[in-house]
């Protein structure tokens, strides 16, 4: 299974020109990603994401992230669709890929805070896109399918920092939410495989450039 770079480029062009700016930036984070989804297209893709915390006052700010997670799969099965009779279609190997790409956004709140680590707590709404595309091993046959997906999540999130003196944290944490479509659009012979809610667990390690010069201003 391969981990893909990350992605939207404008997302992280975007993280990255507000972690350029000191006075607004407390927290930048790059993780390795690990999920498993309810959709059983999408199985248990593995990822990236980058993500960014603003504080706003006391223990409270707003986190921002973009992720991108991919899985591969493989089965036997049919692999046609749509107007085509699956009559018609064989019963052969195929290989399938699944993709979640999200961009959040939610509070940050600390719970936590100690000398060498702090923890907290983030519930965010997200909005990307999924897919997925399967291929036939012996008709070449492609089965696609591609839908935006609005999502709610809440997760929980350690931080240490082993020198106080350099502005480095390691970073880990897990998120519980749902996935489900933008908008509803059943069709009785089409291939909608995300137009059903599912749950979407993740769990992730990472580290942060953190910017210890605004937690005297913002801590309580």
């Known amino acids: 299974m391969s981990t893909r770079p990350l992605a939207p480029a404008r997302g992280c062009v975007l993280l990255l ?9 407390q927290r930048v984070s790059v993780a390795t990603v690990r999920a498993r989804s309810g959709q059983e297209l999408l ?29 591969e799969q493989n089965g036997v099965g049919i692999v046609c669709g749509g107007l ?3 009559d018609r279609c064989p ?18 709140v600390r719970l936590v805070r100690l ?18 595309s399967a291929r036939g091993h012996d008709t070449g046959n492609r089965l696609a399918s591609e839908k935006g997906q609005l999502g709610f999540s809440a997760g929980l999130e350690l931080r240490l920092t082993p020198v106080r003196r350099l502005p480095l944290d390691f970073v880990l944490g897990a998120a519980s939410g749902w996935v489900g479509p933008i908008k509803n659009a059943m069709l009785v012979d089409g291939y909608t ?11 992730y390690v990472g580290g942060a450039l953190a910017w ?3 937690e005297r201003s913002s801590a309580s």
């Open 17 to 25: 020109f507000l972690a350029a700016t000191p006075s607004a930036a």
């Open 43 to 71: 199985g248990r893709p593995r990822g990236s994401a980058v993500s960014l915390a603003l504080p706003i006052r006391g223990r409270v700010g707003i986190a921002l992230s973009v992720e991108r997670l991919r899985s």
């Open 84 to 86: 085509i009779n699956p």
């Open 91 to 108: 019963i052969e190997p195929y290989d399938q890929t699944g993709h979640l790409s999200l961009t959040a956004i939610g509070a940050d």
């Open 115 to 132: 000398s060498v680590a702090e923890v907290a707590v983030q519930p965010q709404i997200s909005w990307g896109k999924a897919k997925t």
């Open 193 to 203: 495989p995300f137009d059903r809610w599912h749950s979407l667990r993740a769990f």
């Open 212 to 214: 210890r010069h605004g």
